[in-house]
């Protein structure tokens, strides 16, 4: 006999997140990312943002770096506490 490790149940919070159709799949994949997976995540999050160009032309380019900006401001001031 063998001893199967069982995989631990994971929050509600992130069930809930990686439920979600397209980008919980993208989330869920990125977590439990080989190498060659980080690639296809941030293609896929590309052609997600060209595709939203093409359908809304400018507003589809400024509206995701809008977006953007509080994430940026989180990553600084994580990366000047140390």
């Known amino acids: 006999m063998s001893v199967i490790e069982m995989p ?10 990686f439920a979600i159709p397209v980008f919980g799949w993208l989330a869920r994949d990125a ?5 060659e997976d980080l690639y296809y ?13 093409m359908l809304f032309g400018l ?11 509080p994430l940026m ?4 001031i994580l990366i000047s506490r140390g």
């Open 8 to 17: 631990l149940r994971l929050p509600i919070w992130q069930r809930l997140f």
């Open 31 to 35: 977590v439990n990312a080989k190498a």
């Open 41 to 53: 995540t941030a293609a896929a999050i590309f052609s997600m943002w060209g595709c939203s160009i």
């Open 59 to 69: 507003p589809g380019l400024y509206i995701p770096a809008l977006m953007m900006v």
């Open 73 to 76: 401001f989180l990553i600084l």
